[in-house]
């Protein structure tokens, strides 16, 4: 079964210290990977993804994350977290439905709070 | 560039009414997939329409409906409303039906009463 897991509810991270949100998926073959962050009362935001190459993808806000195929994990980094990163983060995975239509399976979302 | 936009951002209904949401897609995207978001929990798929047609459908009752027009621009259609339809609807648009990136709106917010 296709599935995306986001471990942690919450991350409380020090302004100026490096943050990790983790995500782990399970997919059939290849997956594309996407990372995206919902500030309060908003739509969400596109941050990145990964499709293939770089192990390592480098998104909006300094944001990064990287792949590991054998962990099936796409953490998403950043060095040093600004207040202004608190908000909530999805991560999602591109599953192949049927015929050439594909669907995102997404995570439960982490929220994430910097602390000044 | 125009992103995605949707309407309206907040409305009321009583239980048993029928809701109609619309979104614009971002410029030069022909595909538009619409997700419940309820408070706290992260977006589940309803639907998504290509080519004016409904091409993948989520776990929700047939009281969700949709339309494409050819503008690519989409409506939301919730009949017989429940107090459990209260939620962020969010409309997002991607190009083809290859899933590259899909961009959101900034939602529209029913609350049932």
């Known amino acids: 079964a296709q599935s995306v897991a986001q471990p942690e509810d919450q991350v409380n991270v020090a302004e100026g210290n490096p943050l990790t949100v983790k995500c782990t998926y399970s997919?059939?073959?290849?997956?594309?990977l996407f990372w995206y962050v919902q500030y309060p009362n908003r739509g969400l935001q596109f941050l990145l993804k990964?499709?293939?190459?770089d192990n390592l993808v480098k998104g909006s806000y300094g944001f990064e994350a990287e792949f590991n195929k054998s962990q099936t994990s796409f953490h998403l980094k950043k060095p040093s977290a600004l207040v202004s990163d608190s908000a909530l983060y999805f991560c999602?995975?591109?599953?192949?439905?049927?015929?050439?239509?594909?669907?995102?399976?997404w995570g439960a979302g982490t929220k994430l709070i910097i602390k000044p | 560039d125009a992103g995605v936009t949707q309407s309206p951002t907040h409305l009321i209904k009583t239980r048993g009414q029928q809701v109609t949401l619309r979104c614009s897609p971002k410029s030069g995207h022909d595909t538009v997939s619409w997700y419940q978001q309820a408070l706290g929990q992260g977006p589940q798929f309803i639907f998504q329409?290509?080519?004016?047609?409904?091409?993948q459908r989520g776990n929700f009752p047939d009281r969700f409906s949709g339309h494409q027009y050819p503008n690519y621009s989409s409506e939301l259609n919730v009949n017989a409303l429940l107090l459990g339809d209260s939620a962020l609807y969010l409309c997002?648009?991607?190009?083809?039906?290859?899933?590259?990136?899909?961009?959101f709106g900034e939602g529209s917010w029913l609350t049932v009463v």
């Open positions: 997002a648009s991607s190009l083809e039906l290859s899933g590259n990136t899909i961009y």
């Open positions: 999602a995975v591109r599953e192949k439905s049927f015929g050439s239509n594909y669907q995102l399976i």
């Open positions: 997919v059939s073959g290849n997956p594309y």
């Open positions: 990964y499709i293939t190459g």
């Open positions: 329409y290509y080519e004016e047609e409904e091409r």
